[in-house]
Structures are given as C-alpha cells and as structure tokens.
C-alpha cells in the first residue's frame, strides 16, 4: 500500500515508526513531516492546511491511504475531501471532528446526554460573559470554542482574572474567530487522564490508558502546553473506571453523533479529569494525542494500518488489538521560552548517543535538517521515547536519553509521570 500521513509533529513520527513496521506498506510519504519522518517516509513539503495541494497530491501518487494526524485538517474537511476524490482517508469527517473544533457543540451534546462535564455557559457577546463572570465568586476556566493550537483554554483563579481571560479572546482576538463563541467553565479539580478509542460505526476499542502532562513546570504547575511528556499505562484509572468512562462518555456521545446522522470514523480521545465526583470530560479530540500517541505506538504490536483500514471499512470489531504489557514513557523536551515565542534554528547534538540507548526512540517533532545537522524548529523539539519492564526502568531509560541531547536553551521536565512512581 501507498501511505501518506499528514502532520509534521511527534505524534507523526510515531505513527510513521510504526505504519513502517507494517509489511503492508510499499511506499510511506509524510506532508510536511519533519526531520525524524524522513529516515522513515519521503517528506512532501505541502502543509497540513493545504486541503487543494494534499488532495491533489493523494490524487496523483495514487495513496491508498492518507492518515491525518492534527486536528485542523480534519476540522476543515481534508477527510470528506479525499473521500470525495477516492481516496481512502483515516480520521473523522468534518461533521464529526466538530466534537475537537466546536467546544460549545461538544459542551451541548454532552449536556443533552448527561454526560458528566463542567456546568458551563457559553457566550458570543463580551458584556454578557464579563456580567456573568464578575457575578462569580470561584475559579473559572475560560475557553475559545474553536481551534486554538492548544492554547485557547485559560484556567483562572478568580473571576478577575477570567474577565481578563476574555478580554484577550474576545476583545483582543488573540485567538481570531475561534474565540467568537466562548465558554466559562467551572473549574474543576483532579489529576488528568487521557482515554483514546478507536471508533467506527459499530464499534468502540478503547485503547491502553496513558498520561500526558500539559503544564510546563514541574508538579503540574504553569502555564499549559501542547504536552510536556505522557506515559502508558497509568494506575490512575482501573477496569471499573475505563468500563465507567465508556459506559458514561464514549457511548452516550457516539450516539448523540449518531442522532445528528453523524458516523464516528477514527480516533476519538477524551481528555478527563478525576474528581472527588467522578471522571469529567475536559474536552474532546477528534485525533490521536500528541505526545501519548509516542508511548502508546512503542506498545501497540498490533499492525496499525489493519487498525485503520477495519475503522474505515467498519470491520473494527474483526481486529483484535494486542498490547506488551510494559510500560513507555516521553519526555518531552522544548526550546527555552515555550509555551511562549521561542527561537529555532539551534544546532541538536547527541541524537545518535540517545538512540542507542536500549528500546528508546527519539520521536522528533520541531526539527529540520539544515544540511548535515539538525536544528530546532518549533516549541516541542523532540519526544524522547523509552520502553521497560517497569515505569521507573522505561523512564530511567528515557531520562538517560535525554541526558544524551544538547541544544542551546533546551528545556524538560524532570518528573514526567510522578504520579506514577510507586505503581
Ligand atoms: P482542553 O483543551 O479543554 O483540554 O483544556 C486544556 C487544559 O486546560 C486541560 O488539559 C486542563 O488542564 C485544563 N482545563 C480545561 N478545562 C478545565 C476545567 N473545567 N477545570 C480545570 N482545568 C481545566
Ligand atoms: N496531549 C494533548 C493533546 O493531544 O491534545
């Protein structure tokens, strides 16, 4: 099979690692990819965005299978689009990525299905939501209900800071139209964990739990990220709670997609808090996470391109997905100034060192090759990957990894999967 996946960051190169594992595959192309995809697929200079260019170019290569990883193409439509041109596509149509790209949408389907979320109030006009946040006297989440990079949730500790919260989003426009609609939500409280399934029309496979960890500093603490690390599996949730969040989140909402004559082809991942109440939906994504998709590859052993050709065929049901039962971590590391501006273009050193490392992969995200080297090229650099007997084996693997990289102004959390040390 001829593959092109669409993506350039971690969670790319991951599923590049492992789509290559498959004998199926003859040919792998990455648009744009970045310099870890390319020792594994021929990089396709067309970005993600560029609905047209990808299509044409799945046209022209005759790609049997096109894996979109981001969110934005699929919110845009690039599924529906290669559908519509013949080409088999693995993630969820426009219709159904609305779930990850319109948060007030989400928040109404969950509200219809009691499935359990934040109370929130969702509003279009700034005096309306300056009114009701001022007439609050808690803590307050704020959040642009469309596509953000990630960074269109502000968590607030008094309503003070909520109304300057939304004067950023909604007077300032820092987040353009995606801030029109908004949302104040309560804030709730709770370690986070992420539940991915795999869904098609029949059937919903939820995979091996995992953890990321968004905030930038140490404990949890910080502005958040894109994901600062992940690891699998994560003790935080056992078999009552995964068949609880299936029972309560993944089968209520995949029916109320269903009742807008919505059909759920892909990864759906619900991001859930764990509080005094209950496991809460934060939000959903209609892709796999970035970077728990890194850990969650490095312990998949199933074939992944028979996973998402069953999706498209609703044959899920067929596959039988196998897991190693040892555990993964990433460490995430960043150019210095993330989550904020950064600059790019710093010379890394030590990768080979790093992946001699046993069973550790260095999933690459922001980087570029500039003739012989390897330079920085985006906020979230590299995802360094380790597998072990144990948590403290994989992650004393994936420190000694990192240990092994330099560049200029690099920056990691020491303590990825804290919460996990002892289990
Ligand atoms: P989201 O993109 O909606 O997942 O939000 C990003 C991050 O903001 C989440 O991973 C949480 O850490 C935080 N967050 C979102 N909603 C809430 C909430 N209601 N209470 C507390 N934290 C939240
Ligand atoms: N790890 C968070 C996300 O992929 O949205």
């Known amino acids: 099979m001829r593959i092109l996946l669409i993506g350039s960051g971690g969670r790319e190169h991951a599923l590049a690692w492992k789509i290559r594992q498959s004998p199926t595959v003859s040919h792998l192309y990455c648009a744009p990819g970045n310099a870890g995809t390319e020792s594994l ?3 396709v200079p067309i970005d993600a965005a560029d609905v047209r260019a990808m299509v044409r170019f799945a046209v022209e290569q005759r790609i049997d299978l096109a894996v979109i990883g981001p969110e934005d193409p699929l919110v845009a439509g690039l599924a529906d689009e290669l559908m519509a041109a013949g080409v088999r596509a693995f993630g969820p149509d426009k219709a159904a990525a609305r779930i990850e790209g319109d948060k007030a949408w989400a928040k109404e389907l969950m509200r219809h299905r009691s499935v359990p979320t934040g109370e929130a109030r ?3 006009k700034f005096r309306d939501a300056r009114t009701y946040v001022a007439s609050r006297d808690s803590a307050v989440v704020i959040k642009a209900a469309g596509l953000a990079k990630g960074k269109g949730v502000i968590v607030c500790e008094d309503p003070a800071a909520g109304i300057l919260a939304l004067e950023r989003i909604m007077v300032q426009r820092e987040f353009g139209p995606a801030g029109d609609v908004v949302l ?18 029949h059937t919903i496979y939820i995979m091996e ?33 995964i068949r609880q969040v299936e029972r309560e989140v993944f089968v209520p909402i995949i029916d109320a997609m269903r009742t807008c004559d919505i059909v759920y082809r892909g990864v759906l991942y619900a991001g859930l808090m764990l509080t005094a109440g209950g496991p809460k939906v934060l939000e959903f994504n209609c892709r796999f996470g970035d970077p728990e998709t890194q850990p ?3 312990r998949l ?19 039988t ?14 150019s210095g100034g993330y989550p904020g501006p950064c600059e790019h273009g710093r010379r890394i050193t030590g990768l080979e060192a790093a992946a001699a490392v046993p069973e550790t992969v260095v999933f690459h995200a922001g980087t570029r090759r500039v003739g012989a080297d390897i330079v920085t090229a985006g906020g979230r650099v590299l995802g360094v990957t380790a597998l072990g007997d144990d948590f403290a084996q994989a992650r004393e693997r994936a420190y000694r990894a990192v240990d092994c990289i330099s560049f200029q102004r690099a920056y990691c959390r020491r303590d990825i999967g804290f919460r996990a040390v002892g289990s």
């Open 209 to 241: 739990t995992a953890q990321d960890h968004k905030p930038i500093g140490e404990g949890d603490t910080g502005p958040n990220t894109g994901g600062m690390g992940a690891y699998s599996p994560t003790g935080l949730l056992n078999d009552a709670l």
């Open 321 to 334: 997905l196998d897991w190693s039962p040892r555990a993964s971590v990433c460490v995430v590391i960043a």
């Open 122 to 124: 969702i509003f279009t």
């Open 41 to 43: 697929a021929e990089n």
């Open 296 to 298: 969650l590859m490095m």
């Open 184 to 201: 104040v939500e309560e804030r709730l409280t709770g370690p986070e964990v992420s539940v991915l399934a795999f869904v098609d029309r």
């Open 301 to 319: 052993r199933t074939d992944l391109v028979e996973v998402m050709n069953a999706v498209i065929d609703d044959r899920l049901e067929e596959v």
